[in-house]
């Protein structure tokens, strides 16, 4: 089995609407793929009525947190996406996102960048409207090549000049919060120092030691000695090792089902979730 566990949509920062995004997964050549958007469940009926005959459905989502002043993600699956809780959570990150965008473009403005909040919005569409959508705005008007080279300090990585801070969820209380709506917790990407700031092993044993059940370690961001690492991490505090491609379509230059999850560590996401069940596809229109 071929099981990618971290793909977005245009429902948060993906390119590939959701039923395009299954299409291209089975395509692929995956057996199993989850929809994880930035802190938003919108895409789930779209990508469940297309799902193609042979490919299962994982509905989950990632979480923006927030601890001792770094940002990280947390992936959390087959949970319960009526659960008031942490639907209200997920509503309070989401609404934060269009002051925290138009805070970032007025910044860009004084830094001389002319881009607007009609350009960000015309990217964004009908997708939660974040850091990518600004980042593909000033690789429109050529201040940077690429989406990733929008994330520096110089424009809008962590602490960056034109960077803006957002409500961000504590891990802890997300942990909670899922694992009320019957899900199961993924730290992504934890050792992405490209991005920023990353959480110490000590934060992360602490987070374990709350209920996390897993961290992403096969993935784009983490280099061989980073991965290494992280297994050892992981097997030490008894945590799931999952991979996955992060895959945001056109934005980013990973492809679908570049990195993968064990069979086995998928079946025990699977058994421990009780708020909803991976969806089989019986041939999507």
């Not at 395009?20 to 779209?46: P, S």
């Not at 996102?97 to 009609?118: D, F, H, N, S, Y």
């Not at 080279?149 to 424009?155: L, P, Y």
Request: with cysteine; charged share 25%; aromatic share 4%.
């Amino acid at each position: 089995m071929r099981i990618d566990l971290h793909c977005h949509s245009t429902a948060s920062d993906g390119t590939d609407t959701p039923a395009e995004l299954v299409r291209n997964a089975a395509a692929g050549g995956l057996d199993v793929i989850a929809l994880t958007d930035h802190d938003t469940t919108r895409g789930y009926a779209e990508a469940i009525g297309a799902l193609p005959e042979g490919l299962t459905l994982v509905t989950g989502a990632e979480l923006s947190c927030r601890i001792d002043g770094v940002s990280l993600h947390m992936l959390a699956y087959l949970f319960d996406p009526e659960e008031p809780a942490l639907l209200a959570e997920r509503e309070l990150v989401r609404d934060d996102r269009v002051p925290r965008a138009r805070g970032m473009i007025a910044k860009l403005q004084g830094l001389g960048v002319p881009v607007t909040w009609e350009q960000v919005a015309r990217i964004a569409g009908d997708g939660s409207v974040g850091r990518p959508h600004v980042a593909t705005a000033l690789v429109e008007l050529g201040v940077v090549p690429s989406v990733s080279d929008a994330f520096t300090q110089d424009w809008l990585a962590d602490g960056g000049r034109a960077c803006v801070e957002k409500h961000e969820t504590d891990p802890f209380e997300a942990i909670r919060l899922v694992k009320g709506a019957g899900g199961v917790t993924v730290f992504a990407h934890p050792g992405a120092v490209k991005r920023g700031r990353t959480v110490p092993e000590s934060a992360i044993a602490e987070l374990a030691a709350a209920g996390l059940d897993g961290i992403e370690v096969d993935h784009m961001d983490h280099d061989e000695d980073t991965r290494a690492r992280l297994r050892g991490l992981a097997e030490d505090l008894g945590l799931l090792v999952t991979g996955s491609s992060d895959y945001h379509g056109s934005r980013k230059t990973c492809v679908l089902g570049e990195y993968t999850t064990d069979p086995e560590v998928y079946g025990e996401i699977t058994r421990r979730a009780t708020g909803a069940f991976p969806v089989p596809g019986t041939g999507g229109a």
